[in-house]
């Protein structure tokens, strides 16, 4: 597999804080990354290093090109979808898709109207008198009529309601996203995307500290139910997080031996929150 | 070249307003106070009982000398051209504020994300924004006044030949082509006389966190007024009106349609000795274009590159979106 985005000795700061400390990852070809962190652990300024929209220290290499240096080459390949309202609000949809098209070498005008057709947007609308989730849509509709490599999401769906974030990430999985494309994205609301991820990644205070495919984490990690007399024996066993729930003990452990745990109560497998909540704790304090 | 066309035309749309509306709407504005006027002389005229124009005015134009004949067309000339007087004092406010925005108030609502996850360098997207200052917008300007000097003109026509006059003869009087191609004329000696101010306007734009018009403004200000001040203590010999007049003024007001030609002390004396000629000699390329010798306007347009690069730069670099 060839990788997309590798990064070595990534360092940012900025006056008084680091935002990358010397970050290393390699993202392949294919891949649905989720780069997920408490607010302000450095995700969005690494994928702003991606995108060659801010200065740093170290190697980057994107598809092949330095973002720094090459930036009007690698945007042809890549495309962002930095929070919800970044599209100028005097924009209209004609306008948009006008322009895009016109400026864009890889982009399919005729994909663009029929996503466009399938959404209450009209020609004439401005950005202005559009909801958060129309806006969405409408740049949805324009990055996903663009043959791009790399897609890069930044809260994208920052705002919307349910319906909006759900069809947000349908539309993504089933009409743009193919072996030759990659998507990273971060968001807080893990739960919703969790299931559509093949990578991980956790950062905190501008270090990785975790980074690993989706069907490691079922490995890796595991999660017992243990009832109040087994608890002693858990807890001796070093678990990442303890909860109480019913009565019961859930413990979450990090390689442990599957059948010892299997012994102790059920097993199964964490979600990406549950992870995130154990790796995170004490982030704020 | 398909790009920069395209990125023009999106300043155009973002900027309809003023860009094309402005100087229509100005332009309105002047044929309606002009239609008042005329009205208001009409009915006074009628009220008192004096007779404009009529058989009186066509004998007088039958006596005319040839002399008096230029100059009626003359002054045909000036009514024409009078309404890009108004339009281009609008047209520089709104070309001074579109510069001051131009590279800002995208980072203030974040659109530049949008913009910067196109393939465009900044050196396009900031020298298309120069174009749009200092060329789209003055041939827009000249396009309106061309037309609303046209249309004045068949008022006058109009409402003289209500009096009997030969309209048509008076109108053969006038020199609308001659006037259109002043005017067009002009259009290149703006842009290249803009851009020290377009340059510095643009500057701040990219530079400044927040503000920029505050920046703009008391940078030159400031600085003015400390060599006033130097001045007038005595302390050092520097050369305080010079400073206002090249620096300050350079910076901020030159993208004022005709600022140039309070420069060009050639051609005022040259228009002042010719007299009785044409006043339309002022801005006649013969004249004008004397400008193009003068070390001012080629270290304005130096100064202006500079403050572009500048502005290129700070465009990439600026990260607080």
């Known amino acids: 597999m060839n990788a997309v985005v590798t990064a070595s000795g990534l360092n940012k700061r900025y006056k008084n804080t680091v935002a990358l400390d010397h970050v290393n990852f390699r993202i392949e070809s294919g891949r649905i990354v989720g780069l997920i962190g408490p607010n302000g652990a450095g995700k969005t300024t690494a994928l702003k290093a991606i995108l060659g929209l801010t200065d740093f220290q170290g190697e980057l290499n994107v598809l092949g090109f330095d973002p720094r240096t090459q930036r009007d080459r690698l945007m042809e390949q890549v495309c962002f979808i930095a929070d919800v309202a970044v599209l100028p609000r005097w924009l209209r949809v004609r306008e948009a898709v006008d322009f895009v098209a016109n400026v864009h070498p890889r982009f399919n005008r005729a994909k663009c109207e029929a996503f466009l057709a399938r959404t209450k947007l009209t020609p004439d609308q401005r950005v202005k008198q559009m909801s958060k989730g129309m806006i969405v849509q409408l740049h949805l509709a324009l990055v996903m009529a ?19 974030r759900k069809q947000f990430y349908q539309s993504l999985l089933e009409d743009y996203f193919d072996e030759n494309k990659t998507i990273i994205v971060t968001t807080h609301q893990v739960e919703e995307i969790e299931h559509i991820l093949t990578d991980l990644m956790f950062i905190r205070d501008g270090k990785i500290v975790l980074d690993t495919d989706m069907e490691a984490v079922g490995e890796r990690f595991a999660e017992v139910m243990v009832s109040a007399d087994k608890a002693a024996t858990a807890r001796s066993m070093k678990p990442l997080d303890e909860r109480q729930v019913f009565g019961k003990s859930i413990f979450l452990f990090d390689g442990a031996d599957r059948a010892t745990l299997e012994s102790m109560g059920e097993v199964r497998r964490p979600t990406v929150s549950d992870l995130f909540v154990a790796t995170m704790k004490g982030t704020y304090a | 070249m398909k790009t920069f066309y395209w990125l023009v035309k999106r300043e155009f749309w973002e900027h309809r307003g003023g860009f094309l509306w402005a100087p229509i709407i100005t332009g309105a504005v002047f044929l309606v106070l002009n239609i008042m006027a005329i009205i208001t002389a009409e009915v006074l005229g009628a009220r008192h009982g004096i007779e404009i124009g009529g058989s009186n005015w066509q004998m007088m134009i039958a006596k005319a000398n040839e002399g008096d004949l230029a100059q009626i067309g003359v002054g045909l000339d000036v009514a024409m051209l009078s309404s890009m007087g108004l339009i281009s004092i609008v047209m520089g406010i709104v070309v001074l504020f579109y510069c001051l925005g131009a590279l800002y108030d995208d980072r203030r609502d974040r659109s530049i994300l949008f913009w910067k996850s196109l393939p465009i360098s900044n050196t396009s997207t900031v020298l298309s924004k120069v174009a749009s200052a200092t060329i789209l917008a003055p041939v827009i300007a000249v396009v309106v006044a061309v037309i609303i000097g046209l249309v004045q003109l068949v008022i ?15 109108i053969m009087l006038s020199h609308p082509f001659r006037a259109i191609g002043t005017l067009v004329s002009n259009i290149p000696l703006y842009a290249l006389w803009a851009i020290p101010s377009v340059g510095w306007l643009m500057f701040c734009s990219a530079w400044a966190r927040n503000k920029p018009f505050l920046w703009a403004v008391a940078v030159p200000a400031v600085l003015g007024l400390l060599v006033s001040w130097f001045g007038i203590m005595g302390l050092f010999n520097l050369p305080t009106v010079w400073f206002w007049k090249n620096i300050v003024q350079r910076a901020l007001l030159s993208v004022f349609p005709g600022s140039n030609i309070v420069y060009n002390d050639r051609a005022l004396e040259a228009s002042a000795s010719l007299g009785n000629d044409n006043p339309l000699s002022v801005l006649s390329p013969t004249h004008t274009y004397t400008l193009l010798a003068s070390p001012n306007l080629w270290l304005g347009v130096l100064a202006g590159a500079v403050l572009i690069a500048g502005a290129i730069w700070y465009r990439r670099v600026r990260d607080d979106s």
């Open chain 1, 146 to 164: 663009i043959d791009a490599r790399l897609l890069v999401l930044d809260e994208p769906t920052l705002g919307l309601d349910i319906l909006y």
């Open chain 2, 156 to 170: 006058f026509a109009l409402v003289l030949s209500m009096h009997h006059v030969n309209a048509w003869q008076l």
